[in-house]
């Protein structure tokens, strides 16, 4: 049986902590799990759990934590889910931690959804183990995991508010057994669910779920709110610096590479929630805004462009047609100012946007009501009723308001017709600018991760001689490279001129002024040589090697704890650290993924041959960024890995410096 | 008499337009100045404006656009200010323009506000000339002047759901005669008016406005929402390349410079408003945050690490205090986590914002409600009473809620108790940020623009030789360069190497291969002088330069029609286009602002010798940015005069190549 069954579609269902006595959260779930048309088994905290306790489909725990393992331990063999609602666990510290691992250890086979969590709902089925009072409204297609209690209560009221309509709310809390990847996994085969909405503040196998997200995307948009963005962020996870990398930015690059939605904060979430669960797709960035308002109509334009949607001019006909409905200062321009003439606006609203909806010359309509415009239930009905999804319009409608909160309430009309409704121009504009990037995305294709090797190479120390024999090995070009542990070996050498001597020890080279380049003759190189051992002894070694010319690139890997090995390019040099201009990939990546990584690059218009710059040997480069990935999912005891710079020409790419650590 | 005064505290008011008529514009206009206290004087559009027409403070106008030049030219001895509501000027095209010019004619002396406007409003004098049918709450500091009627509509909607107050409500329409910088002028001084909020579409005389703003921000802060933002952004006004610049991102540096909040859409404005309006500044980043709920903290960490500001950690003593109210599972770490222990909110909440308040560990306390809290009178009566102005606590609190629409009304007494309360971390946040950033701005000190030189030079066409000497005369060093128009010339040239040669002709140079850098001998020269001949043709002729080494840095300078001259500073070379790392700021400069403008540039670590880097000579470049804004300033037949690139070194600042255009 699928755990997304047991959850969700229970014949019966355990409730142990019910209550009588008022204000008690015991009473609360009695009420809000007694509206269940299934079978209800309601037992207080000191309950003997019997044999009318058997197939129990889903057992809902509130009662204090210490006497939950033995609850669960006379449940493991009666109920299928176990979702403990109760705190005290791992969110407590070491102690809490232990309990919880007990908690885990006792359930089996049942599972655990929590501890510590808000509880789960089911709206069709009128399924409500939750501590909120109350559903969201039915009938919609969103599916909500929240690991925080906050916003899987937040869509109640915000499906109240604004219409919005969900399938199934589901609260992680400590996330201590299923796991977000889990329910993504059932939820991507669940028909009621067509809009999968995820927050979640850790994500302990991060590879995992970004597995499932690429997984989902090619049938279903996947929302996601990561909190903690910037505290992951402070932490660097930087192969050589502590400036350059992070785990956010690998997190955010393999979400946006799986093709999810990602957004900053709760009310993002259910703004982009509400605009994928009732309108098309929006195949293309032409957007036609209709407007009682010049001044809200330009905030409008600015808002769509940050978001890479255009308000293109409209052909000499269409705006002749416009032309003939509207009154004599309006404009017929988009966007479509009706100036405002209160007593027009329910007829000249609908019939404005049916001819831009139907033109063939946009691929949506933004409706932007004032104070007005908005509050007026005559015209919201004539938009809702001519414009609404039943009249199947050929491009999505969406409307806009700027208007106070009373006003509000009147738009229902305009959502129950399948017409997402925002506050304010970058509200609007920043959903229907996720609709537009997802569309896009699915379009260029979304595929599945590609999977790590197996089994992991053995053990290794490495050092740097091991590391070239390495690289050379994966087929990475290396600068030839003398190493030089006196002055006299130096003379000896064997160089090719122009030539670069450095201190061989990569730490703190480029503060000892270590690195001497562009050297044409033997004497030149002595003299950089004696200099150099003066400066940092000669224990280390000098290296020699050819000098190359070309753009300097980073190519590096990194393991990461929760997203395993992760392959980042970026310009090289000073550049890395002062323009932190670099992409991240979950490797093992494919060679056209890894074109695609370099080309995003901020900036690749240098590496492209703009600008009298040369165009470098893309395809090497990314050769380079395929094996340094493989490398390093091939050997788990490398840590971090790093070539810097990449020298790429016109005819190759070349690592003048390389250096891994380990554990 | 000062403008504000005729506007706003007039004695005699006179409404042009008036009807009894329901549902039309003069019988709501009637009805807006029937509340008045002071003296009122109606006629409808055919009447006669006879001698009790006299000595009016304030004529309000709303009658067709073809009738208003005959009254104002009745009205011109008559009233002080015109306010003309009546559209079908400028804004519909020529002939609208034509009439617009002869009303401003015919009024003089008076004064015009308008035409096709929303009105004024003074909401502590009961004044209501405008089209919106009620005041916004009167009694606050907040006085806006907006361009659009949109949002002094909206003004009200805004004050009314979060019982924000203003003191004047100004729309400027077509802006024919008086301007947002004249009113910024006059609220200056206005004692009523503390926080001056300006939301403007267009702005002919910006470098009026930034003067107005540079006078202001030292006493008051200005925000300043300006629409059209991409609109302007995508017309770029770069000297030497039509991707570089742009007057948005000019008119964007210089507010910031002048001390303004710079917001990018009316909600934010309103928001930023609220913020200043109710609370003192905001000293330092430290911010203490109480919640009810740990998910949601974590996003409010977020949104407050985006905006600059912290969430420190708590003292041991402390968090000792905190801990010894808390019930068992709640966190005394900031944010301080309460849990959801629904009976104790009430007396949690007020208490443990208190010790932090007055911990002398923060600069400002953020107490995050969601639904449950927020919806109880009890907690936030509590929090209001405790809390709020009159009690004087030490630092600034701040109220965040994520809750349903219908809470919001619950949270009116902490608003009326002085505590601005937002919808969501992201918007909570951002607010703080203003505050924090325009305390930041003002503590650093704002000082007036620096005037014209006056009188200016006479019309001058320039050349590059003309043009060289010209920045010599300026104090600025330029490579010695040697114009070679045959290649008998440059084998007679007496060249120093390392040396450059290159094309005169600056156009697609790059593209060309144009430039030929590091050439070592005489031989050397020859070869690439024959084929850059072979190239380009002899025409234009070649230039002879030594060859420089150091970073490559971009100044220039821009006449724009608007904003005067403005000075620009970036990395030069390829990155000026690709990395679009340019400042800008209004010409003349000061040196030390100057110093600032380089400072401020994404590439300083690269200029100030971070990682290996050697540090530039500061001081030269910014003399070469003064002297090049003061060039430009003092020539305005330079439309724009672009050094790209100076080569500064530690010792020197060196231009390499030079051009200007003239209008």
């Known amino acids: 049986m699928r755990l997304l069954t047991a959850l969700f579609t229970p014949r019966r269902v355990l409730l142990v902590g019910a209550s009588r006595r008022p204000g008690t959260l015991g009473r609360l779930l009695t009420e809000n799990l007694g509206v269940f048309p299934g079978e209800l088994i309601c037992k207080s905290s000191g309950d003997v759990l019997g044999e009318d306790c058997r197939d129990v489909d889903l ?34 510290g070491a102690a809490g931690r232990d309990l919880q691992a007990e908690v885990i250890a006792a359930a089996r086979p049942a599972r655990v959804i929590g501890p510590n969590c808000f509880g789960v709902q089911d709206c069709n089925a009128l399924l409500n183990a939750s501590i909120a009072a109350g559903l969201p409204l039915a009938g919609g297609g969103i599916a909500l995991v929240s690991q925080a209690g906050t916003y899987a209560m937040a869509a109640r009221a915000y499906s109240h508010d604004d219409r919005v309509r969900f399938s199934k ?16 996994a059932e939820l991507r085969t669940d028909p009621a669910s067509t809009t999968l909405c995820f927050a979640v503040e850790s994500l302990p196998d991060a590879r995992a779920f970004i597995e499932q997200v690429r997984l989902t995307t090619p049938r279903k948009p996947v929302v996601v709110y990561k909190a903690g963005q910037t505290d992951a962020g402070a932490r660097s996870a930087a192969s050589h610096t502590g400036a350059v990398a992070a785990p956010s930015s690998m997190l955010r690059d393999a979400l946006a590479q799986a093709g999810a ?21 929006l195949a293309g960035p032409r957007i036609g805004v209709v407007s009682n308002s010049g001044g809200a109509a330009v905030e409008m334009v600015d808002a769509l462009a940050q978001q890479g949607l255009s308000v293109p001019v409209l052909s000499d006909p269409l705006r002749d047609r416009i032309a003939a409905q509207l009154p004599g200062f309006a404009s017929a321009r988009n966007p479509v100012d009706i100036t405002p003439v209160w007593s027009q606006y329910s007829q000249l609203y609908p019939e404005i946007v049916e001819i831009l909806a139907e033109s063939g010359e946009l691929d949506a309509v933004v409706v932007l009501l004032t104070h007005r415009a908005a509050g007026d239930e005559e015209t919201v009905q004539a938009i809702a009723s001519r414009c609404g999804m039943s009249k199947r319009p050929t491009v999505p409608i969406y409307v806009c308001t700027i208007a106070g909160r009373a006003v509000r309430a009147t ?23 996720h609709v537009y990037r997802y569309t896009q995305a699915r379009a260029r294709g979304i595929t599945p991760l590609q999977p790590l090797p197996d089994p992991p190479h053995p053990r290794l120390s490495i050092d740097r001689n091991e590391l070239a024999q390495l690289l050379t090995r994966f087929g990475i070009s ?9 002055l006299h070996e130096v003379e000896q050498a064997d160089v090719q001129f122009p030539a670069v001597i450095k201190i061989a020890a990569a730490e703190h080279r480029t503060e000892l002024d270590g690195v001497r380049l562009n050297i044409k003759s033997q004497q030149e190189l002595i003299a950089h040589a004696a200099d150099l051992i003066t400066r940092a002894g000669s224990d280390g070694g000098l290296l020699v090697q050819p000098q190359l010319t070309g753009v300097e690139i980073m190519v590096g890997a990194v393991r990461d704890s929760s997203l395993g090995p992760v392959v980042m390019v970026g310009l ?16 093992p990546i494919r060679h056209d993924d890894a074109i695609a990584l370099i080309s995003g690059l901020a900036g690749y218009p240098i590496l492209s041959g703009a600008r009298g710059t040369f165009p470098i ?26 070539l810097n710079p990449v020298i790429v020409t016109g005819t190759d790419a070349v690592a003048v410096d390389w250096k891994s650590t380990s554990p």
Chains 1, 2 share one sequence.
């Open 617 to 642: 040997n893309l395809d090497r480069l990314a050769s380079v960024v395929v094996q340094v990935g493989q490398l390093c999912a091939e050997y788990p005891d490398i840590s971090t890995l790093t």
């Open 572 to 587: 090289g040099g000073i550049w890395v650290e002062i323009l932190n201009d670099i992409a991240f990939a979950l490797a």
């Open 478 to 486: 290396i600068t030839p490279s003398r190493l030089c542990r006196s």
């Open 411 to 433: 738009l229902h009309p305009l959502q129950d017709a399948g017409i997402p409704c925002f506050d304010g121009p970058t509200r609007t504009a920043r959903a229907l600018g």
């Open 169 to 184: 709310v589901i609260a992680l809390g400590n996330a201590s057994d299923v796991s977000a990847a889990e329910l993504m």
């Open 59 to 92: 057992a809902v725990l509130a009662v204090p934590s210490r006497v939950i393992p033995s609850i669960v331990d006379q449940l493991a063999c009666k109920a299928k889910v176990i979702v403990v609602l109760s705190a005290g666990f791992a969110e407590t």
């Open 261 to 281: 939605v990602q957004v900053s904060s709760g009310e993002e979430l259910f703004d982009a929630a509400q605009v994928f669960d009732m309108q098309r797709p």
